[in-house]
């Protein structure tokens, strides 16, 4: 990715995001159905992967140097779990369509909360 520039990494990544009503949708119309169900989890985690060499792009060239802290690499490692997360509800998906939808649903919440440590006034 060295020779991406930010323009052509900020494109991919909104075609990926065009792409995310399409799965919502399908699996708003089939609830019940593991291939509409697995259908969202892959193109979510898709995004999710789309994700990381843009959010690395701007960590390292479009912050200030006295704006970045320690836990850059733990930014781009957590990103990692919703991908992860995100291919479980794929396979729980086969085995059980609610597990699936709890798994979709606790992911973003992961990303959402504080760091442990991040304790500010």
Known sequence: MRKASCGSIEFI???GQAFIPFP????GEYPMNPLAVSLFGVVMAVNTLLFIPLQSYILRNLIKPEMVSEKIP???RKSFVGVISYLLGVAATWLN???AFILYALTPLFFITPPQGDHRR
């Open 97 to 99: 369509v609610h597990i």
């Open 13 to 15: 990544f909104l075609m």
């Open 74 to 76: 733990h930014l781009t």
């Open 24 to 27: 919502t949708a399908v699996m």
